[in-house]
C-alpha cells in the first residue's frame, strides 16, 4: 500500500529530505560514501507521487549495475511504488531497441553477444596476429574495444586516440605499447568485421544503434519521450560520453532530471566514464537545485576521517565533493 507523504519523508535525515522534498528538477545530488543517497533518491521519487508532481509510470530511474538497479524497485515497493522502470543504461537502450526494431530496421533482431571473448578470439586468427588467447589477454583487448566504442572510435582511429588518451595494455608478449595498440587496432576492426558477417551485436552496439534510432527517427523519438518524462540518474559520476548522449535524447529540452554521484568515486574512467557530466551539471541547468549528503552512514569516524585526510592531500575536496561525518560509533584506527 502506497504511503503518504509525510510517511515517506519520516525516516530521513535533514539533508536526505531536503532531496526528497526537491520534487522537480533539474537537481543535482553531491552524495558521499554510505550517505544514503539510494534512499533519498528513491524517496523524492515516492514523495513527488504521493503529492502528484510526477507520474511514477513515467519515470525512468537509471544505474549501472543489474543488481543496483533492482534494489532501487525493491525499495520503490516498499514505498508503495511498483511501476518506476529501473534499469541499467543498457538495459534501458536494449529494451527500446528490441521494441522498435521491426519499425526502425525492418528483420529480425540480431543476436546479442553476453560476452566478446568467443569472437574476439576468432578476431585475433582472422587478423593472423601472434597474441596468445588467455583469458587475460581476451579482457585486456574487450576492454579496450568497449573503452573505444563509448567514445565512438573507430578501428581506424583507435591507435591515434589510444596514444592521445595515455592508454597502456598489457599483453604476453615483448612488443612496444605502440605495437600492441597497433595490433589491437587490427583486432577490433575484425571483430566488428565479424559481428557484422553473424548478424550479432554487443551491449555498446545497443547503446549506438539507440543513440542513431533516437536521432534519426522522429517518430520514435517522439514516443520514447511520451513515455519518460522524468529521470533519475544514480552514480552519475560514471556516465560515459556515449551514455550521455543518449540521456540528452530521451530528455529532450525537459528540465525534469535528478543526478546523484560522487566525483571522488568514479571508478570507471578507464572504461571512458567522465566525473565532468556531474561536476558540470550547473552549468548545462543554471537553475538546478543543488544538494549534498555529507553524513556517513556506513562507516566509523576512523575510517570516514582518514578518508577525508586523503582526499585533502589530493586536493579533491573543493571539486569533487564536501568532507564526510560519520553517524556511527568509535572504531579501530585503520591499519596500513
Excluded at 301 to 324: F, K, M, W, Y
Amino acid at each position: 500500500m502506497a504511503l503518504n507523504s509525510e510517511e515517506i519523508l519520516a525516516s530521513l535525515d535533514d539533508e536526505q529530505r531536503a532531496v526528497a522534498l526537491a520534487s522537480r528538477g533539474p537537481v543535482c545530488v553531491i552524495a558521499g560514501a554510505g550517505t544514503g543517497k539510494t534512499r533519498a533518491i528513491t524517496h523524492r521519487i515516492a514523495y513527488a507521487a504521493a503529492i502528484g508532481t510526477m507520474d511514477p509510470s513515467k519515470v525512468l530511474a537509471l544505474t549501472f549495475t543489474a543488481r543496483a538497479a533492482g534494489e532501487m524497485r525493491a525499495r520503490l515497493r516498499v514505498l508503495g511504488i511498483a511501476n518506476v522502470a529501473a534499469r541499467t543504461f543498457h538495459s534501458a537502450a536494449l529494451k527500446q531497441l528490441l521494441y522498435f526494431w521491426p519499425y526502425a530496421f525492418g528483420g529480425q533482431f540480431p543476436k546479442l553477444l553476453t560476452t566478446k571473448s568467443g569472437f574476439i578470439g576468432q578476431a585475433i586468427t582472422r587478423a593472423e596476429l601472434a597474441i596468445p588467447a588467455q583469458v587475460n589477454s581476451l579482457r585486456e583487448i574487450a576492454g579496450e574495444i568497449e573503452w573505444a566504442k563509448v567514445l565512438e572510435i573507430s578501428p581506424d582511429n583507435y591507435q591515434e586516440q589510444a596514444i592521445a588518451n595515455s592508454r597502456s595494455v598489457r599483453l604476453p608478449n615483448n612488443k612496444s605499447q605502440n605495437e600492441n595498440l597497433a595490433m589491437i587496432s587490427q583486432v577490433y576492426e575484425a571483430y566488428e568485421s565479424l559481428k557484422r558477417q553473424e548478424r550479432c551485436l554487443d551491449f555498446e552496439d545497443a547503446l549506438l544503434l539507440t543513440v542513431g534510432m533516437l536521432e534519426e527517427d522522429r517518430a520514435v523519438r517522439e514516443r520514447v519521450r511520451d513515455q519518460y518524462r522524468y529521470f533519475t540518474v544514480d552514480e552519475y559520476q560514471d556516465v560515459s560520453p556515449l551514455q550521455q548522449r543518449l540521456l540528452n535524447l530521451w530528455l529532450g529540452n525537459r528540465e525534469e532530471i535528478c543526478v546523484v554521484g560522487d566525483a571522488a568515486q568514479t571508478i570507471y574512467s578507464f572504461a571512458g566514464a567522465s566525473s565532468n557530466f556531474l561536476l558540470n551539471f550547473k552549468n548545462r541547468f543554471p537553475n538546478a537545485q543543488s544538494f549534498r549528503l555529507s553524513r556517513g552512514y556506513r562507516s566509523t569516524p576512523e575510517i570516514i576521517n582518514t578518508a577525508n585526510q586523503i582526499l585533502r592531500t589530493a586536493n579533491l575536496v573543493s571539486d569533487h565533493g564536501s568532507e564526510l561525518q560519520s553517524a556511527n560509533t568509535h572504531g579501530d584506527k585503520p591499519l596500513v
